[in-house]
């Protein structure tokens, strides 16, 4: 998954998580912005994706 992909997955996991409540949907979220933030940061590449869109 892209960085783009991944924040939009914790976004669609968040508002599932106001829902429900349920507290593995929120690790889940949490998961996938560490590693979209740490993929940003080691490829300035993919920076650049998340910024035009």
Known sequence: MTP???FEAADAL???YELTGNP?????AEHHVAVAETH??????A???VAHA
């Open 4 to 6: 783009l992909q991944r």
């Open 14 to 16: 968040l508002a599932v």
């Open 24 to 28: 593995r949907l929120l690790a889940e």
């Open 40 to 45: 940003l940061k080691t490829c300035p590449n």
């Open 47 to 49: 920076a650049l994706e």
